[in-house]
Nanobody
Framework: QVQLVESGGGLVQPGGSLRLSCAAS????????MRWYRQGPGKQRDLVAA???????NYADSVKGRFTISRDNAKNMVYLQMNSLRPEDTAVYYC???????????????WGQGTQVTVSS
C-alpha cells in the first residue's frame, strides 16, 4: 500500500516562507510525476506545481518565481519551497503522485491528506 504524507504547513506572515514536504511510503517500485495542488476556502482544487521523474518542472502562473518544486528520488520525497507568500496563497496544499508498487507494477494516482497553509498578519 502506498501513502503520501505532507508536512510543513502552518501560519506565516505575508512575505514569509514555508517549505512543504511530501513523503511517499509503502512498497514503492517507481515514482513518476509528482505534483502539489491547493484548495482555498470555497475554491476548486488547482495545480500549483509539478515535477517529472527527470526533474522537469512547471508552475501555475500565480506562483512562478515564488515557489520551487523539487524531489529527492533516493528518499521518495517531494518538496515545495514557498517564498514571498501572499494572503491569497492561503489554502490546503495536497501532494499528488503517479506511483507504482512492487505488487502491481501499474501506475496509480495517489493523494495525500493535505496540509494547511495560512498567510496572515
Amino acid at each position: 500500500q502506498v501513502q503520501l504524507v505532507e508536512s510543513g504547513g502552518g501560519l506565516v506572515q505575508p512575505g514569509g516562507s514555508l517549505r512543504l514536504s511530501c513523503a511517499a511510503s509503502g512498497s514503492i517500485f517507481s515514482i513518476n510525476a509528482m505534483r502539489w495542488y491547493r484548495q482555498g476556502p470555497g475554491k476548486q482544487r488547482d495545480l500549483v506545481a509539478a515535477i517529472t521523474s527527470d526533474g522537469s518542472t512547471n508552475y501555475a502562473d500565480s506562483v512562478k518565481g515564488r515557489f520551487t518544486i523539487s524531489r529527492d528520488n533516493a528518499k521518495n520525497m517531494v518538496y515545495l519551497q514557498m517564498n514571498s507568500l501572499r494572503p491569497e496563497d492561503t489554502a490546503v496544499y495536497y501532494c499528488n503522485g503517479d506511483i507504482s508498487s512492487y505488487r502491481s507494477r501499474t501506475l496509480y494516482n495517489y493523494w495525500g491528506q493535505g496540509t494547511q497553509v495560512t498567510v496572515s498578519s
